[in-house]
């Protein structure tokens, strides 16, 4: 399984733009890049997802590199809600592998 | 609304038990999946199930049990062959396609007495 690397943990003040960084050099031709994020004692929830080219939805957009080794999740204004772990995980086959994910701290 | 709901939210085990969690969703999603949930680790897949009657193992599968006789309903056993059971354990499922995300439920905090 493809994997991705992550900062441990980001800051940002409360209606600021945020760019979490993914990395997932060894991402295969099939692969798509899903987001998901966390909030304590809380079932991962969806974010976002992409294969080649750049994504909005309503809740974040998603900057995909041009050879796919990299992407990053942007939030475009931070609020207090946004404090969450971030996980950006390669789909294949139906599986999602989860990492350590980035935890987003946000302060008003 | 439709959803995965996950039962109990709490539940404790005693030593040498076996345990099932709960999970069922009204989403007519194809496939369900169960992971666990270590503190400040990410989530590890413990079983999956892409069709009724049929499920694969996971990355840590050793310990625990599923079956998938309807569509909508994926039970956990937690048996007592697994020694370190104390984690939250989430519970997903997903429509069929490769680029569908997966919906969580909010998961069962399992712990040992």
């Known amino acids: 399984d493809a994997k991705t690397t992550q900062p441990n943990s980001m800051e940002s003040n409360e209606e600021e733009p945020v760019h979490l960084p993914c990395n997932h050099s060894?991402?295969?031709?099939?692969?798509?890049i899903h987001w998901y994020r966390q909030l304590p004692s809380q079932g991962p929830e969806y974010v976002i997802h992409g294969l080649t080219s750049n994504v909005n939805n309503r809740m974040a957009s998603l900057a995909i590199a041009e050879d796919r080794k990299s992407s990053t999740l942007i939030l475009h204004r931070a609020t207090l809600r946004d404090a969450a772990v971030y996980y950006c995980?390669?789909?294949?086959?139906?599986?999602?592998?989860f990492g350590t994910g980035t935890r987003l701290l946000v302060s008003p | 609304d439709g959803g995965i709901t996950q039962s109990p939210k709490y539940l404790f085990r005693k030593e040498g038990q076996n345990v099932t969690l709960s999970c069922e969703q009204n989403l007519n999603h194809d496939a369900m999946y169960w992971y666990r949930q270590d503190p400040g680790q990410g989530l590890r897949l413990i079983y999956y199930s892409q069709i009724v009657n049929d499920f694969q193992k996971g990355d840590i599968a050793e310990g625990y049990s599923v079956s998938r006789e309807k569509k909508e309903s994926f039970p956990l056993t937690v048996t007592s062959a697994q020694k370190n059971p104390t984690a939250f354990y989430l519970c997903?499922?997903?429509?069929?396609?490769?680029?569908?995300?997966?919906?969580f439920g909010d998961g069962t905090r399992l712990s040992i007495l």
């Open positions: 997903a499922s997903t429509p069929r396609g490769e680029d569908q995300p997966q919906h």
């Open positions: 060894t991402i295969s031709g099939t692969d798509y």
């Open positions: 995980i390669l789909r294949s086959f139906q599986k999602l592998v």
